[in-house]
T-cell receptor
Framework: QVQLVESGGGVVQPGTSLRLSCAAS????????MHWVRQAPGKGLEWVAF????????NYGDPVKGRFTISRDSSENNLYLQMNSLRGDDTATYYC???????????????WGQGTLVIVTS | QSALTQPASVSGSPGQSITISCTGTSRDIGNYKLVSWYQQHPGKAPKLMIY???KRPSGVSNRFSGSKSGSAASLTISGLLAEDEADYYC??????????FGTGTKVTVL
């Protein structure tokens, strides 16, 4: 079955960097677009980043554009989120999520990881 | 990328039907049929309930239905059950491979 496992979260100081990973299994990773979505404590869901199935198309939410980079390694079935210049308002649980259908996007994400918590504090 | 607007809370008694609205703009919901809805219980990852505005993934109860009209979408839960008590979020494609979530709605079963 589809499994997504995030890792790499932790407590960091403002201005520093962190890289999140999402290990994918149970499906052909190279055929699916992927997303990062975050949720600040007690708040709603916020879309963070998207990568197409082949990694050629990427985009970001305005709050993270220019600071975060999404990437994927289809040889290792891993999705990444490089987060630089972290700020307090980046504190959140970060989820990776798989698109509904292969070679497409916009049709919802039926598969989510358990999330990894990032806390940015001095 | 402004968040889609949802009511903060909606409530209903068991067996009743409730509808959650999701209001966007011509840049997102108004321009695409790619609206999805998610259910999230406390401490859990979101669960996809509706995609492409009105389609249900396999395994999702047919008590959940979605629709879209103009720049707004809605999720209806019929035959409300205690287990439906959760937070619900809409999400729309907003062009150029970007997406936007709604502000979220807390559903309470009285």
């Amino acid at each position: 079955q589809v499994q997504l496992v995030e890792s790499g979260g932790g407590v960091v100081q403002p201005g520093t960097s962190l890289r999140l990973s999402c290990a994918a299994s149970g499906f052909t990773f190279s055929s699916y677009a992927m997303h990062w979505v975050r949720q600040a404590p007690g708040k709603g869901l916020e879309w963070v980043a998207f990568t197409s199935y082949d990694g050629r198309t990427k985009n970001y939410g305005d709050p993270v554009k220019g600071r975060f980079t999404i990437s994927r390694d289809s040889s290792e079935n891993n999705l990444y989120l490089q987060m630089n210049s972290l700020r307090g308002d980046d504190t959140a649980t970060y989820y990776c999520a798989r698109e509904n259908f292969g070679y497409s996007s916009g049709y919802g994400t039926p598969n989510w990881g358990q999330g990894t918590l990032v806390i940015v504090t001095s | 990328q402004s968040a889609l607007t949802q009511p903060a809370s909606v409530s209903g008694s068991p067996g009743q039907s409730i509808t959650i609205s999701c209001t966007g703009t011509s840049r997102d919901i108004g321009n695409y049929k790619l609206v999805s809805w998610y259910q999230q219980h406390p401490g859990k990852a979101p669960k996809l309930m509706i995609y492409e505005a009105a389609k249900r993934p396999s395994g999702v109860s047919n008590r959940f239905s979605g629709s879209k009209s103009g720049s707004a979408a809605s999720l209806t839960i019929s035959g409300l059950l205690a287990e439906d008590e959760a937070d619900y979020y809409c999400c729309s494609y907003a062009g150029n491979s970007t997406y936007v979530f709604g502000t979220g709605t807390k559903v309470t079963v009285l």
